[in-house]
Every structure is written in structure tokens, then in C-alpha cells.
């Protein structure tokens, strides 16, 4: 492999069932043998991306105090602003030179859930910026449905009744996060100096790219491979719960972020299942020895989160 798939969704959106079974097919393959792809044609027009990105610019331009005012070590649900050299995606590696912030599924106050102080389930912080919350809710859920679609496609390929995701997709951890990385390349000669090496927690990341290089996708031989932006194209890729429940089927693949070039924005939207979803890869893979035990998804994310941010070793 020496550069990523690029697949169209059309064929998921069709009501002939045959088509559905060609796209999923294609994404299968991609989950099996690189596990991250490019995918087009996903009804998002670009638009809708763009102003993401006019969001996330608006965002980081505020004061410090302003965004520190929403940090997300006032958050136990994963939600808000990461400052610059907060994160380590590979703590062996050192801290990442990137600024985030962090939207989860947008919750009132007075939702049970949040009420019962139930992992992840909290309320989100925003910028005082008018129009900002309705825009960045809207992208939410525009990749929340693409992704609802795209698993629709692996549950066919991987044998599973095709709404097998539905019910823990329905009020899923997903999380957009805004990030921006600043020109660092002629400061920093670590490889990995923007995101340390790492691989996804979730099931799936749909992931928007401005025009600026730094994302690289290691192969199975080990070598690195550059992911360029691709007008019109989101990167996708599997994390590593969605490894595990397949037993190993599909591959989460460790991706770093090279100290760009110039300053660079990019927007990942993570989409994890339920807090209380059981991942247990007896449910995809029945006739296989189970690699892995079952785990409430809440239990496994926090214990990945855990080790990302010293705050929450804390
Ligand atoms: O910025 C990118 O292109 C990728 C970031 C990433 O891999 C992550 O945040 O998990
Ligand atoms: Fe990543």
C-alpha cells in the first residue's frame, strides 16, 4: 500500500440492497487491509466543512483566558479546550504541538443522565461567539449521520444484520474536536511532533483536512505514507474499539501528524458507541475465539483517556 482508497458512499444511499453490498464490500476490504480510506460522495457539500473550519479559525483567535475558561480539566466528560502541549497521543513520545477543543453530544443540564453524573454524559462549553453553537451543532450532526450510514455498510460486510450498530449508535460518545497545529516544522524534528503516533479509541473517525500536509498513515510493511487532503474527501478510519469487537477483522492503524509546514486546522469527529454499549466480539464474530473480553464502552475509553492527558491520571 502506498496511498489510501478512496470509496464512494452513493451505493449505501441506494434501496437496492445488491448496490448497498458492492459499497460495503469496497469499505470492508479498506477496513481489513489499511483500515483508513478516503470517502466521497457522502452528501455533505463542502460548504457545510468549510464553515467548520471558519468555526475552529474564530475559536483558537480568542484571547487565552477565554479558552482556558473552557478547559477541559474542568470537564470529566472529555469536553472543552486543550492547550497547546496538554496532549501526548503517545506518552513514550512527548507532548503534541497542537491546541484542541473538544464537542460532545450536546446534552442540556437537566438530561437524566447528566443529572446521574454518568460517564461522558455532560454538558459542552461554548464560545461567545453568535451563531457558533448552532453552526458547529449542525457539522455534529452531519457527521453523526454520515457516520450512521458508513456503519451501516460494515455492519453488511462483516455478516451482521445491516442495523446492528442502530441502537448503539443512538445517543453515541461522539466528539468533534477542533485542532490546530502551528508552523513548527523548522522547530521541531521530532516526526511526530504534531499528534504522537497513535491509534483511535472509537469505532470509526471521519476526519476533515484543510490544504496543509502532516498527517501520515503507517502500512503494514511499517512505512510511513502521506494522507494529503482530497477536495470533497473526508478521511476515515477504524479505531481500535471497533477492532476489537470484530476480533481483529478490521485494523486500527497507528497515524502520527508531522510539525507542518505552515499553520494547519484539522477535524476530526471521533464516533464511539454508547457509554453503556457491551463491546463483545462474540457479536461479530460468533464462530471465532474470542480475542478479547467483554467491556462496557465508558470503562474502556476513560482507561484510553486516562493515559492521553496527565490531568485525568491525576
Ligand atoms: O490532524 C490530523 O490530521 C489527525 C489528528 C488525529 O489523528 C487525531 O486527533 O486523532
Ligand atoms: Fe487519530
Given at each position: ?60 483567535a480568542l ?109 453515541p460518545i ?51 505514507i502521506q ?88
Amino acid at each position: 500500500m502506498s496511498s489510501l482508497p478512496i470509496i464512494s458512499l452513493t451505493g449505501l444511499m441506494s434501496d437496492d440492497l445488491d448496490q448497498r453490498k458492492e459499497t460495503a464490500a469496497e469499505l470492508g476490504r479498506a477496513c481489513r487491509e489499511v483500515g483508513f480510506f478516503y470517502v466521497k460522495d457522502h452528501g455533505i457539500p463542502a460548504s457545510v466543512s468549510e464553515g467548520a473550519f471558519e468555526l475552529a479559525r474564530q475559536l483558537f483567535a480568542l484571547p487565552q483566558d477565554q479558552k482556558q475558561a473552557m478547559s477541559i480539566k474542568n470537564s470529566p466528560h472529555n469536553r472543552g479546550y486543550v492547550a497547546m502541549a496538554d496532549e501526548k497521543l503517545n506518552p513514550e513520545s512527548g507532548a503534541d504541538m497542537k491546541e484542541g477543543f473538544n464537542i460532545g453530544t450536546d446534552f442540556p443540564a437537566d438530561h437524566p443522565d447528566v443529572l446521574a453524573g454518568k460517564p461522558f454524559r455532560g454538558v459542552n462549553f461554548w464560545p461567545e461567539i453568535d451563531g457558533w453553537r448552532e453552526r458547529a451543532l449542525e457539522y455534529f450532526n452531519a457527521c453523526l449521520d454520515m457516520g450512521r450510514v458508513i456503519h451501516r455498510g460494515l455492519s453488511l460486510d462483516l455478516g451482521c444484520p445491516e442495523d446492528f450498530f442502530e441502537p448503539h449508535l443512538k445517543e453515541p460518545i461522539a466528539t468533534l474536536r477542533m485542532l490546530r497545529y502551528p508552523a513548527s516544522a523548522d522547530q521541531i524534528d521530532r516526526q511526530d511532533g504534531g499528534a504522537g503516533t497513535h491509534t483511535d479509541y472509537g469505532n470509526i473517525t471521519i476526519l476533515a483536512t484543510d490544504k496543509v500536509a502532516g498527517l501520515e498513515v503507517s502500512n503494514r510493511q511499517g512505512e510511513w505514507i502521506q494522507a494529503p487532503h482530497v477536495p470533497g474527501a473526508f478521511v476515515c478510519n477504524i479505531g481500535d474499539c471497533l477492532m476489537r469487537w470484530s476480533n481483529d477483522v478490521y485494523v486500527s492503524t497507528p497515524h502520527r501528524v508531522r510539525p507542518p509546514e505552515s499553520e494547519r486546522y484539522s477535524i476530526p469527529f471521533f464516533l464511539e458507541v454508547g457509554p453503556e454499549s457491551v463491546v463483545d466480539p462474540r457479536d461479530i464474530a460468533p464462530d471465532d475465539t474470542p480475542k478479547y473480553e467483554p467491556i462496557a464502552f465508558a470503562d474502556y475509553l476513560a482507561s484510553r483517556l486516562n493515559a492521553t492527558y496527565d490531568h485525568r491520571a491525576d
